[in-house]
């Protein structure tokens, strides 16, 4: 089983920072890839950034990181505006070698809310 979990989500000021986190747990499999994405009120999930994509809106102002040591990914958030308030969701492909297949999880989300 693959639990990802996140944390760091809260209320800011427009300007200012937040730094989101997401930790896997992963026993017998094989975290591949992980990344950020969004869904803020009446609109679709959206990608936010993975290690090698982010999202124009986001481009100068998100990090996206990882410790593989620790299955974390970290999504580092500067200059935030009020359009980018969202619940965040941390997703990961996930490799079974039991399997031999691939598939996704996701997190249960972090709402992260900027005031203007």
């Known amino acids: 089983q693959v639990q990802l979990v996140e944390s760091g989500g809260g209320l800011v000021q427009a300007g200012g920072s937040l730094r989101l986190s997401c930790a896997a747990s992963?026993?017998?499999?094989?975290?591949?890839?992980m990344g950020w994405y969004r869904q803020a009120p009446g609109k679709q999930r959206e990608l936010v950034a993975t290690s090698s994509n982010y999202a124009d809106s986001v481009k100068g102002r998100f990090t996206i990181s990882r410790d593989k040591t620790k299955n974390t990914v970290y999504l580092q958030m500067n200059s935030l505006k009020p359009e980018d308030t969202a619940v965040y969701y941390c997703n990961a492909e996930v490799y079974s070698g039991t399997y031999g297949t691939y598939f996704e999880v996701w997190g249960q989300g972090t709402l992260v809310t900027v005031s203007s």
């Open positions: 992963a026993s017998a499999f094989i975290i591949n890839t």
